[in-house]
């Protein structure tokens, strides 16, 4: 997360005083005020989470059938022809 970017939104937290008391000490320990502390870990730990759902992870011998299927695609099946054949008839009728 850069220094320099304009925060203008902020974000309230409610929690009990032993979970405050606790993000206190630890923001102590990594010698950053609370914001600083809280901000900087949930941004790390949604862009973990983000990037968990975003990706996909393969097996170097499935991520080669992968490129193979890409290179080598099926042709066009009979469900496909048939909205093909549906879509030129309703564009002749326009």
Do not use: W
């Not at 097996?59 to 549906?86: C, Y």
């Amino acid at each position: 997360m850069s220094q320099t970017a304009n925060k203008d939104s902020r974000l309230h937290i409610r929690c009990d005083e032993r979970t405050r008391q606790l993000l206190d000490k630890a923001a102590g320990y990594a010698h950053v005020n609370l914001s600083e502390f809280v901000l900087s870990r949930a941004v790390a730990a949604a862009e973990r989470i983000v990037q968990e759902q975003e990706s996909i992870t393969l097996r170097a011998e499935d991520f080669q059938a992968f490129l193979a299927a890409l290179d080598a695609p099926d042709g066009p099946n009979t469900a496909l022809r048939r909205a093909v054949e549906r879509h030129a008839e309703r564009v002749e009728r326009s």
